[in-house]
């Protein structure tokens, strides 16, 4: 594998990457500070792709990024008022929204997306930037302008009232709401937010690859947690930035294992095996060490019973 084979792998991995850390951001604000495992996912980053898809068809690539949002903030939403309102518990409301927005999906946009012809936010960066030395990589570009405001909107959100009132949800409820504030509350709030960002985030995949599968959500969600816990396995549990930064590469780092599992030839197939096996890792290895010391004393125990 020479250099340049090196360099093409690492930034296919880095553009995929950066546009699946919106995912895992996402999970990062419903998984890691409200606790919540939203089984969702999948279902709303297609539908993202495909109100974003359809939108940038028509002519309005711009409005396609808002769009997009506000349709995965609807799902977020309908998620939330399952869990807080009708009592149904956040794994099933989870999976009766990913159910639903399968034939909700399949109403925009049909079985798949093309925009091969159709202008979107990269090809118009294209354009601006067509004869200077940053033409050759506008969707890079685009796609670190877009995860950069994320992130920095992410974690001023967080920092306020209302995002630690979120965080504190996800600790403690019941402190939440001696405080006056109503759990309910912020935890609708944090699915909309977070739903909202899968949903970007399958915008901008529909219009980087030019086309989009109904079928191309599927395991998403197990990418994302994946590369999650990656994320927070490298950066552990620092200052609320570098946490976020994380993700981004964990993310990058999930892709880049699948780019290099591509190049020497795995089966299609065995992908979804793949990811499995990173998040079980990801699980372990963390466990492992918080395991180490006690082992280590076991290990020495039995050793010194050995020589007596």
């Known amino acids: 594998m020479d250099l340049s084979t090196v360099l093409s792998l690492g930034q296919t991995a880095l553009e995929l990457g950066?546009?699946?850390?919106?995912?895992?951001?996402?999970?990062?604000?419903?998984?890691?500070?409200?606790?919540?495992?939203?089984?969702?996912?999948?279902?709303?980053?297609?539908?993202?792709?495909?109100?974003?898809?359809?939108?940038?068809?028509?002519?309005?690539?711009?409005?396609?990024?808002?769009?997009?949002m506000l349709a995965g903030l609807c799902s977020g939403f309908v998620t939330a008022f399952l869990q807080t309102r009708m009592g149904v518990d956040s794994l099933l409301a989870g999976i009766i929204v990913n159910t639903g927005l399968y034939s909700v999906n399949m109403t925009i946009m049909g079985a798949n997306l093309n925009l091969f012809k159709t202008g979107t936010v990269?090809?118009?960066?294209?354009?601006?930037?067509?004869?200077?030395?940053?033409?050759?990589?506008?969707?890079?570009?685009?796609?670190?302008?877009?995860?950069?405001?994320?992130?920095?909107?992410?974690?001023?959100?967080?920092?306020?009232?209302?995002?630690?009132?979120?965080?504190?949800?996800?600790?403690?409820?019941?402190?939440?709401?001696?405080?006056?504030?109503?759990?309910?509350?912020?935890?609708?709030?944090?699915l909309c937010v977070s739903n909202a960002l899968t949903a970007l985030s399958g915008c901008l995949l529909a219009q980087s690859q030019k086309s989009l599968d109904i079928k191309d959500g599927t395991g998403v969600l197990t990418i994302a947690l994946a590369s999650l816990l990656i994320g927070r396995t490298?950066?552990?549990?620092?200052?609320?930035?570098?946490?976020?930064?994380?993700?981004?590469?964990?993310?990058?780092?999930?892709?880049?294992?699948?780019?290099?599992?591509?190049?020497?030839?795995?089966?299609?197939?065995?992908?979804?095996?793949?990811?499995?096996?990173?998040?079980?890792?990801?699980i372990f290895l963390p466990y492992l060490k918080s395991r180490a010391p006690e082992l280590a004393r076991r290990f020495q125990g039995r050793k010194e019973g050995a020589k007596c």
């Open 18 to 68: 950066l546009i699946c850390s919106l995912t895992t951001l996402a999970l990062f604000l419903s998984y890691s500070m409200l606790n919540v495992c939203d089984l969702s996912t999948d279902g709303s980053f297609i539908l993202g792709g495909a109100v974003g898809g359809m939108l940038a068809i028509a002519g309005y690539p711009l409005l396609s990024i808002p769009a997009a």
């Open 122 to 190: 990269f090809t118009m960066a294209k354009e601006a930037l067509a004869g200077t030395p940053l033409a050759g990589q506008s969707m890079l570009l685009v796609e670190l302008v877009f995860v950069a405001v994320v992130i920095v909107l992410l974690v001023l959100f967080l920092k306020t009232k209302l995002g630690l009132a979120i965080r504190a949800t996800g600790d403690n409820p019941d402190m939440v709401r001696s405080s006056s504030i109503s759990p309910i509350f912020t935890t609708t709030i944090g």
């Open 234 to 282: 490298l950066m552990g549990k620092g200052p609320l930035p570098l946490r976020a930064v994380g993700m981004v590469v964990g993310s990058f780092l999930f892709r880049l294992v699948y780019a290099i599992a591509l190049r020497f030839d795995m089966p299609a197939s065995m992908l979804k095996l793949v990811s499995s096996v990173i998040v079980v890792l990801a």
